[in-house]
């Protein structure tokens, strides 16, 4: 469901919850639990966000859709029916 994160990018964002950590609550954390915050993150907060952004991107296809179908409905020709003989 989540796409991976390279072991670079899980790096990056447990550097970034340890300096967050440090700078708002004045604690210096350590890289074991800042891993631990991180796959609390990522398993239980993170399917959140996915979600909704699984749902926004379901109504914007769903616009661009209406959008096309009122797009291909404009170039149809009108036929004028011939009377009969």
Do not use: C, T, W
């Amino acid at each position: 469901m989540l796409a991976l994160l390279s072991k670079e990018q899980k790096q990056i964002i447990i550097g970034k919850i340890q300096e967050y950590f440090m700078e708002e609550r004045g604690e210096e954390m350590g890289e074991l639990a800042a891993e631990n915050i991180y796959q609390f993150m990522k398993e239980d907060i993170a399917p959140y966000f996915y979600n909704e952004g699984i749902h926004d991107a379901r109504l914007m296809a769903e616009q661009k859709m209406d959008s096309l179908d009122e797009d291909i409905r404009s170039l149809e020709k009108q036929v004028h029916r011939s009377s009969s003989r």
